[in-house]
Each structure stands twice: as C-alpha cells, then as structure tokens.
C-alpha cells in the first residue's frame, strides 16, 4: 500500500502542474483581452474627441454638424448599418481587419451625432461635464474591477429597463414637461452607469458570467456606448446652451 501512495504522488503533482499551467494561460489570454477592448474604447473616444475639437475650432464644421441634413441622414444610416450587420452576420466582428473597419466607421458615424448634440453648449461647460464624466467613468470602473459584487446577473433587468427608457424617451416628443425630462435625465444615468459596471465585469470575467475572447469588439462598443451616454445625460444636466 505504501508503494502505492507514493506512486500516485507523482501522477497527482503532474496534474496540479497542468492545473496551474492553464490557468496561467487563461490568465494570461484574460488579461491580453482586458488591454485589447478597452484600447478599442479609447481609440473611438479619440475619434470622437477629435469631431468635437474640429467642430469647437473650425466654424465650417461647426456650421456643417449643426447644419447638414444630408450628413445627418448618411451619418444615421451609417451607424444603424453597423448595428444591424452583426444580427445577420454575428461572426463579422470577429474577421480581421474588418472589424477594426467597422468599428472605425461606426465611431466616426455615431461621433458625429455626439459632435453636433455638444456644438449646442459652450465650450467652457463641455470641459466641465467632460471633467465630470472622466471622473464618473474613472470611478465606476474601479469599482467594476474591485467589488464582490456580481453585476453580471443584471442582463435580463437592463434590457428590460433600457425598453423602459426608450419609450420614455419616446414620450418627450409629446409631454415636454421640464419634470418629466429631467427625471428620464436622472434615469438614464443611473441606467447606463449600472450598464457601465455590468459590461466592465463581463469583460474582466471573474463573476458569474463574461465575454468570450473573441468578442472584444462587442465588448468595446458596449463600453464605449454606455460612456458617450453617460457623457450626454450629464451633458443635460450641467451643460450651459450656447445662445449663439
């Protein structure tokens, strides 16, 4: 018996060696793709820095994102394309380079929306609610990264709350009550921070459930969309309107 023992401890090192040796690699990859998605996130909000200092420098362009319908219905069409091709496609966000494409085209696309929406305050106060939501961004995700919190049972309630938001954003364009805006302001905040801290923790993937490696550009759109929304509901609520 005592032969046996010993002869079962190599056998049982080996296997906590390949235990270990996974899970550096599962590691290793987990972290490869945290650094991926969130430089995707920060190469779209420099496309998207960029539109809005060229629409605060040059007044062409600044007259053109205020202006230009046609750009408008291109720059919509553009964006709602981009959406819609993964629902027919869902593989295409995994094919190089034309994700990278793609998410260059949908954030030139979308950013322009954002742009000529921040040509309507003044410069001054864009800087601020800017300050504010790095700040607001900054702090969500740390807390993202270090809670025990497990956010990433919230899917099915998000949806169902973000259909809420929709339609009561729908409602505006018939109850413009100064109230009633500014609690569907309060709202969505509150919504796309939860969904900021929801996404992030899918993308660390150590709670409950998590992106796949191969989904980082969904994983970076998602984030992206929730900060830029974030950045227009405070935009909202401390933005001064430009009387120009």
Excluded at 53 to 79: Q, V
Excluded at 104 to 119: E, N, P
Excluded at 141 to 149: L, Q
Aim: proline share 2%.
């Amino acid at each position: 018996m005592e032969y046996e023992n010993d002869a079962q401890e190599p056998f049982l090192g080996n296997k906590d060696e390949e235990n270990n040796v996974d899970y550096e690699i599962n590691r290793t990859l987990r972290q490869g793709f945290i650094y991926k998605v969130f430089g995707i996130v920060l190469y779209q909000i420099l496309l998207l820095f960029i539109t809005v200092y060229l629409g605060f420098t040059f007044k062409f362009f600044h007259d053109m994102l205020l202006t230009s319908n046609s750009m408008r219905i291109l720059t919509l069409i553009i964006f709602l394309t981009c959406l819609l091709i993964p629902l027919f496609k869902p593989s295409i966000y995994q094919q190089v380079p034309t994700n990278y494409i793609l998410v260059t085209i949908f954030s030139l696309s979308f950013g322009w929306w954002v742009a000529a929406c921040t040509m309507l305050f003044t410069k001054a106060s864009v800087l601020y609610v800017l300050f504010l939501t790095v700040v607001t961004v900054t702090s969500l995700t740390v807390y993202a990264f270090i809670t025990k919190n497990d956010f990433t049972g919230l899917g099915s309630f998000l949806s169902t709350a973000l259909t809420l938001l929709i339609v009561a954003s729908f409602m505006q364009i018939f109850f413009p009550i100064p109230l009633y805006n500014l609690i569907v302001t309060y709202f969505s905040l509150l919504l796309f921070s939860v969904y900021l801290i929801y996404d992030v923790q899918l993308v660390v993937g150590d709670k409950e459930k998590k992106f796949s490696e191969d989904d980082y550009i969904l994983a970076a759109l998602n984030i992206y969309l929730d900060i830029v929304n974030i950045f227009i509901q405070l935009l909202k609520m401390f933005g001064t309107r430009n009387n120009n």
